[in-house]
């Protein structure tokens, strides 16, 4: 079953624009991991918050938890176009990742 | 370092068939992960090793499923019978632990092996 709900499903920007996804779910967690999949290929893991983290960087992401509301968002400034690929969170609990169905992101040039 | 190894990359299958398929997880890993993904879905857990040891199989339809992981390294996934519904691509991660203790700890996912089942 899928614990994690991303927003939006489908997003479409110009390169140099800012990306935006949501990712909301439903129990309490270890950490949220995001993931990042181009189309055929395998997920790569992009960035990991955990609980008691409110922020996180990473080059050109930034990620948000907020527990109280059960929600993160993953924010990609300065897009390429080599950031089209669809993107999904997935949260920890027990020592299981469960993941969201993603949000496709495609990067105009 | 070599990532996670899968093979085959691809298979298509009559419903009825067995499949079966193999993962090389990352070199001192100890736990190896299956998962499937639907068309449109995010991969959902079917099995996770701890060495050699099944710790979660609650999501593997064991009637048709199997997996085993001889002397904690590679490990191979099975189906038999193959019914259309599993069509799907079926992904093996390994990360070093259990427990995402640092951020290295976290899952690398091998590239996948996309089942057709006509």
């Known amino acids: 079953s899928q614990q994690g709900e991303e927003d939006p499903q489908a997003l479409s920007i110009q390169e140099g624009e800012n990306a935006t996804m949501n990712c909301s779910y439903k129990?309490?967690?270890?950490?949220l991991q995001w993931y990042r999949q181009n189309s055929g290929r395998g997920l790569v893991h992009l960035i990991l918050?955990?609980?008691?983290?409110r922020e996180k960087h990473s080059g050109r992401l930034r990620v948000t938890l907020d527990t109280s509301k059960k929600s993160s968002s993953l924010l990609i400034t300065a897009s390429r176009a080599a950031d089209t690929a669809s993107y999904f969170c997935?949260?920890?609990?027990?020592?299981?990742?469960?993941f969201g169905k993603g949000t496709k992101l495609s990067v105009i040039p | 370092e070599a990532g996670v190894v899968q093979s085959p990359r691809y298979k298509i299958i009559e419903k009825k068939q067995p499949v079966a398929f193999w993962c090389n997880p990352i070199?001192?890993?100890?736990?190896l992960y299956w998962y499937r993904q639907n068309l449109g879905q995010g991969p959902e857990l079917l099995i996770r090793?701890?060495?050699?040891?099944?710790?979660?199989d609650s999501q593997l339809p064991k009637d048709r499923f199997s997996a085993e992981r001889l002397k904690g390294v590679d490990s191979t996934l099975k189906i038999q019978p193959a019914e259309l519904g599993d069509s799907a691509v079926y992904l093996c991660?390994?990360?070093?632990?259990?427990?995402?203790?640092?951020?290295?700890?976290?899952?690398?996912f091998g590239p996948g092996t996309r089942l057709t089942v006509l």
């Open positions: 991660a390994s990360s070093l632990t259990l427990a995402a203790i640092v951020e290295t700890d976290t899952q690398y």
């Open positions: 129990t309490s967690i270890n950490n």
């Open positions: 918050i955990r609980s008691n983290e």
């Open positions: 997935a949260t920890e609990r027990s020592y299981q990742l469960t």
């Open positions: 070199s001192g890993h100890n736990t």
């Open positions: 090793y701890e060495n050699e040891e099944a710790v979660d």
